[in-house]
């Protein structure tokens, strides 16, 4: 069987080794190549403990004062604000707490199936020596923002997640140099991540032609079904195979549309700055869930990034929320040396339910769709491509895939 992926990234790849290990034929289509989107400068984190979902009431209550910032930890650029009204009407529908318990469910599984997957792919790709356990430390400023976060804890207690509260005294210990405007932590041991998102898909990419798989640079303009397959139209040839995946990213809901299918995928633009290594003494990934940002600790260096801009795929990139979020974390951390970054954004393919799409086409049952991980595509890889792979060989999926249906909008 023939199988041509769209997407190289981080989705892209793992569904592609997983497809190769079944004994089909993959070949992958990308408008850049390999480890050119999302995948290239996220903050590498395996968030296995992540699992409420944005749209939330939380979200709410803060959205308001966020917004009133243009460059706080969310944003809606106003040349894009008539253009998102729509997904934003259903990212507010999914705030409920029916939808959002309904979501966590959902969530979990996918969040327990991927981790379970994780290392046994990691080895099979030979990429077991990048994983690293460091964990995670989200710090408060205030006992009030601390209780503010304890329902999301207890949520996560009743679904297994270990995590420990801390007062300032032991999170000095976990990770010196705090500022002590930080007088609460909570430790997340479960929350892994990777030496370096970049070289991670490029060594994924390496092991796909290694076992004989094709990457072409090509930009794919539409799908049309056959009886018995997919004609993949690109900016070159028109190309044909048995069974499609579309895993795009943040540009999925395109090449989807010339399907007949409207799916409301959006973009959260997130930007970061890419440190020297020896920028901190970093233990473990720190979030600062107030700010929206957190700092990570990489093989190639101390990357500080996250925050939430809702632009789209055509507005030009706006660092200064680079240098906004690079001046708290010096603040936050007086240590960090920030002279030197590098700057860069990027887009997150993001669903109003903080799910992503996962399951055949409605138009052909040849075409299976793996996109809108939001800013958890990393995190969720290996499951999804489980699941991608089952599909593609006609086995029942680990997981109920109903939450995650493209069709469920």
């Known amino acids: 069987m023939k199988v041509i992926v769209i997407g190289a990234g981080v989705i892209g790849l793992s569904a592609a080794l997983m497809a190769q290990a079944r004994g089909l034929s993959v070949t992958v289509v990308d408008r850049e190549g390999p480890a050119a989107g999302a995948s290239a400068g996220n903050a590498g984190a395996f968030a296995f403990t992540d699992i409420l979902p944005l749209a939330s009431p939380g979200i709410l209550k803060k959205a308001p004062k966020w917004l009133l910032d243009p460059l706080g930890p969310l ?5 894009y604000a008539l253009q998102i009204t729509p997904w934003l009407y259903r990212f507010w529908r999914a705030c409920s707490p029916r939808a959002v318990a309904a979501s966590t469910t959902a969530q979990t599984a996918l969040m327990d199936l991927s981790r379970a997957e994780l290392e046994p792919f990691l080895g099979a790709t030979g990429t077991l020596g990048m994983l690293r356990k460091d964990g995670n430390l989200q710090v408060y400023e205030s006992e009030a923002e601390f209780r503010a976060s304890l329902p999301g804890w207890d949520a996560r ?44 898909v490029q060594a994924l990419a390496d092991q796909f032609r290694t076992q004989g798989g094709t990457i072409l640079r090509a930009e794919v ?19 044909t195979a048995d069974k499609v995946v579309l895993a795009a990213g943040a540009f999925s809901h395109r090449i989807a549309a010339t399907l007949g299918e409207r799916i409301p995928l ?9 440190l020297h290594p020896d920028a901190l003494d970093l233990r473990c990934q720190v979030t600062f869930g107030g700010h929206g940002f957190v700092i990570s600790r990489l093989s190639t260096g101390i990357r500080v990034g996250g925050a939430v ?13 680079s240098e906004a979020m690079l001046k708290k974390a010096k603040a936050f951390m007086p240590d960090l040396k920030t002279e030197g970054g590098n700057q860069w954004m990027g887009f997150r393919p993001s669903l109003p339910d903080s799910l992503p799409a996962i399951g055949r086409a409605k138009a052909s049952p040849h075409v299976v769709y793996a996109f809108g991980h939001g800013h ?6 290996a499951g999804t491509a489980r699941i991608v792979a089952d599909l593609l060989t006609d086995r029942t999926p680990p997981i109920n895939l109903v939450p995650f249906s493209p069709q469920r909008f």
């Open 266 to 274: 959006e973009t959260e633009r997130g930007y970061n700055t890419t």
């Open 75 to 79: 944003t809606i650029p106003p040349a």
């Open 157 to 200: 207690t009743s679904h297994g997640i270990a995590f420990q509260h801390m007062d300032a005294a032991e999170m000095a210990d976990l990770q010196p140099g705090l500022s002590p405007r930080f007088i609460k932590g909570t430790f997340t041991p479960g929350w892994w991540s990777i030496a370096d998102s970049k070289l991670y």
């Open 221 to 239: 303009t539409g799908l049309k079904p056959q009886d018995t397959g997919v004609s993949i139209h690109t900016t070159g040839e028109t190309l």
């Open 309 to 321: 801009e809702l632009g789209g795929l055509s507005l030009p990139p706006n660092y200064k929320r």
């Open 376 to 381: 958890l595509g990393l995190t969720q890889s």
